[in-house]
């Protein structure tokens, strides 16, 4: 039997805040200006979900640790001036908060930190304050199911009971390796095709998500 819905867990970049096409647009310029050419498309397969350690863990096997270790560090200072310029929740966010009745948390593969000034920027951050979780607490990031078990336990709820919104294809992988059931937001950079798979709902517009949580 299928437990009623007790949590929602979100994803922080490209489901509450617009910032996945500012990360993408700056992988792509570090990587044209330290020797890994890369296209938007393959910045999407590569990085987009995954923690800070495992994409800092991609560009050393390419390029070397020294290298990996500077483009770290300046994606963090273009990307906090990219935000600093212009960051947006994603379109129909609010309203869709305001529409469900249920309890809500992050888990994203950000920092806290990086949350607290995307989150704050865009006044998200009173919302979620002291229900915010991040990759950088647990041993693996995702696909591996370990943050989201870990909002769970620290919501105090069943894994069974909650269900995630994602962006990314290792975000939904991650959800389903969590036992929990996934809603697919495929307005962002990542296809739909890449979000589908068992005990997951693609959908399109964020203002659709209270009416598909409710027939859950």
Do not use: N
């Amino acid at each position: 039997m299928i437990k009623p819905i007790e949590l929602v867990i979100f994803d922080c970049d490209g489901v509450l805040v617009d910032s996945e096409r500012i990360a993408a647009r700056v992988q792509v310029t570090l990587g044209a200006e330290l020797g890994w050419p890369l296209t938007e498309e393959e910045v999407v397969d590569r990085f987009i979900g995954r923690s800070h350690a495992s994409i800092r863990e991609q560009i050393a096997v390419r390029l070397g640790q020294e290298t990996a270790a500077h483009w770290s560090r300046r994606f963090e200072e273009l990307h906090r001036e990219a935000v600093d310029a212009g960051l947006s929740p994603v379109e129909g966010l609010p309203e869709a908060l305001d529409a469900i009745g249920l309890p809500t948390c992050v888990a994203s593969s950000g920092s806290h930190e990086k949350m607290r000034h995307t989150l704050g920027r865009t006044g998200l951050y009173e919302r979620f304050e002291g229900r915010i979780h991040s990759a950088t607490e647990v041993s693996r990031g995702k696909p591996a199911p370990d943050l989201f078990l870990h909002a769970a336990r620290r919501m105090g709820v069943d894994p069974a009971a909650c269900v995630v919104v994602e962006d990314s294809r290792p975000g939904v992988q991650a959800a389903r390796a969590a036992g929990m059931r996934a809603f697919g937001y495929a307005g962002g950079l990542t296809r739909a095709d890449q979000l589908e798979g068992p005990g997951t709902t693609v959908f399109h517009h964020m203002r659709e998500l209270p009416a598909l949580i409710a027939e859950q």
